[in-house]
C-alpha cells in the first residue's frame, strides 16, 4: 500500500510516457467531465478466465470510489482513478487508468467515451489492460458544475466492468452535442 500511496502523491510524475504522447486533441477543447462515485461490489464484474481479484485485505467499511477526469493534460485522454477510502478517511489507489479516446457520443442525457487504454501506471487488479478497448459512460441530469452521473461505468474488453450507480461531479460541453 505504501507505494499506491507515494504514486498518489506523485501524481502525474509517474504516468507513462505514452499518455504524455497521446494523440493532439480532437475533443479536449470541446468537452470536460469530472465524476466521482461509490462503486458497490456488486456492481462489478470480470471475465470468469481472469482470477478474481483479492479484495481481502481491505476492511468491510473500506469504500471502492471511482473518479473520472477528462481531458488529461490537455490531451483526448481520460483518467480513471479507482481508490479506497479506508475507515479513517485515508485514500489508497486501486488501479489507475489512462484511456486515449477515439470518440465520443452525447445523446439523450447519456454520453459515452470510447479508446483504448494506454496507460495502466497503478496495475489493474484484473491482469495486463494497455492497448485493450474500453467505454465508459453513462446518463447526467445536466451540465455544468452539479452534474448527477448514473448508471456510470466503464468496460475494458475481455477484462472487467464496473458500474458506478450514482456519482457526482461536472460536465462542460461547448459544441451542439450532435457535433462531437
Same mark, same amino acid.
Request: proline fraction near 9%; charged fraction near 10%.
Given at each position: 500500500m505504501n507505494s499506491r500511496r507515494s504514486f498518489?502523491?506523485?501524481?502525474?510524475?509517474?504516468?507513462?510516457?505514452?499518455?504524455l504522447h497521446a494523440?493532439?486533441?480532437?475533443?479536449?477543447?470541446?468537452?470536460?467531465?469530472?465524476?466521482?462515485?461509490?462503486?458497490?461490489?456488486?456492481?462489478?464484474?470480470w471475465?470468469?478466465?481472469?482470477?478474481?481479484?483479492?479484495?481481502?485485505g481491505l476492511?468491510?467499511?473500506?469504500k471502492i470510489r471511482v473518479k473520472n477526469t477528462f481531458p488529461y493534460q490537455g490531451r483526448d485522454v481520460l483518467e480513471?482513478? +479507482?481508490?479506497?477510502?479506508?475507515? @479513517?478517511?485515508? &485514500?489508497f489507489p486501486i488501479s489507475l487508468i489512462y484511456t486515449q479516446v477515439d470518440d465520443i457520443k452525447v445523446a439523450g442525457g447519456a454520453i459515452a467515451f470510447a479508446g483504448s487504454v494506454i496507460s495502466n501506471p497503478v496495475p489493474s487488479p484484473f491482469g495486463?489492460?494497455?492497448?485493450?478497448?474500453?467505454?465508459?459512460?453513462?446518463?447526467?441530469?445536466?451540465?455544468?458544475p452539479s452534474a448527477r452521473f448514473e448508471f456510470f461505468g466503464g468496460m475494458v474488453a475481455g477484462s472487467h466492468v464496473t458500474i458506478?450507480? +450514482?456519482?457526482?461531479?461536472?460536465? @462542460?460541453?461547448? &459544441?451542439p452535442w450532435n457535433s462531437l
Open positions: 498518489l502523491a506523485g501524481g502525474a510524475a509517474a504516468l507513462s510516457a505514452s499518455a494523440a493532439p486533441a480532437r475533443y479536449a477543447t470541446r468537452v470536460a467531465l469530472v465524476s466521482d462515485g461509490e462503486a458497490a461490489f456488486n456492481f462489478l464484474l471475465n470468469p478466465s481472469l482470477n478474481a481479484p483479492d479484495f481481502s476492511p468491510p467499511s473500506a480513471t482513478l +479507482v481508490y479506497a477510502v479506508m475507515p @479513517d478517511m485515508t &485514500t495486463v489492460i494497455v492497448g485493450k478497448p474500453m467505454v465508459i459512460g453513462g446518463a447526467f441530469d445536466q451540465t455544468g458506478v450507480p +450514482v456519482a457526482h461531479g461536472s460536465l @462542460d460541453i461547448k &459544441t
